[in-house]
């Protein structure tokens, strides 16, 4: 166990931390290296690995070894709105998904969700959604992706503000910031199937699929985007 903290994969580190903090389990009473949990914690880069320190603060308080110091963090965001980079956008700019299964095309709410859009614009102009994959597909749910390293973990070097609205989760469709609580968005973003009221509040709208609905129900894990264009 030792040996995975002092990896720097965080997806190793991320499931030991959780086996010593599980209290069902006894991993506390074979393992007590809160040395290598600290330096775990040292290694970290923030805010991509927020989420990794604080799974590895609460190994070290299942240890005995809580102090303020580890104790988990709020990143609170670091990408803040740019009014002047949303001023070539309208309230009919759509962006198309092109995946391998077909094209996705989505309204991007400019007005409902400012900095989740001119996040979400600065990234596909960059060309950082093309080929990355669909991580994560739940049925009569979502599909997730934006993933830098495929898997779903880490976020990118910064995070964006969480932008809560009156909008509802109230049909499928709806294309929602992926979030680790608020103000943790980054790069990575879901299409719900359907209803999902209990997202409401909770995860930023910041989009809606105006065709291709029949793309998203065929996406599997593993398939990938090509392509992000910006129609402004």
Same mark, same amino acid.
């Given at each position: ?23 069902? =389990? ?44 580890? =104790? ?83 976020? =990118? ?76």
């Amino acid at each position: 166990m030792s040996n995975a903290l002092k990896s720097k994969d965080i997806g190793l580190i991320r499931t030991v931390s959780g086996l010593i903090s599980n209290t069902d =389990s006894d991993f506390t009473t074979i393992f007590n290296d809160t040395l290598a949990i600290q330096e775990a914690l040292n290694n970290l880069q923030f805010p991509r690995d927020n989420r990794t320190y604080n799974a590895l603060a609460n190994a070290l308080d299942s240890l005995g070894a809580f102090n303020p110091v580890t =104790s988990p963090k709020d990143p609170g965001y670091s990408h803040p709105l740019v009014l002047s980079r949303l001023s070539a956008l309208t309230d009919s700019s759509t962006a198309i998904i092109q995946t391998n299964k077909g094209n996705i095309i989505i309204e991007l709410f400019r007005t409902e969700a400012p900095g989740s859009v001119q996040n979400f614009v600065e990234l596909a102009t960059s060309n950082f959604y093309d080929d990355k994959i669909f991580h994560r597909v739940v049925p009569n749910f979502v599909v997730q992706t934006g993933s830098h390293r495929g898997d779903g973990l880490g976020l =990118s070097d910064y995070t964006i503000r969480s932008e809560f609205s009156q909008l509802s989760y109230d049909e499928g469709g709806y294309v929602g910031m992926a979030s680790a609580g608020k103000d943790t968005e980054s790069a990575q973003f879901f299409i719900t199937h359907t209803a999902t009221l209990h997202l409401d509040g909770k995860y930023t709208i910041f989009g809606k699929v105006i065709e291709g609905m029949d793309i998203v129900n065929a996406i599997d894990i593993g398939d990938q985007i090509i392509d992000v264009n910006i129609l402004f």
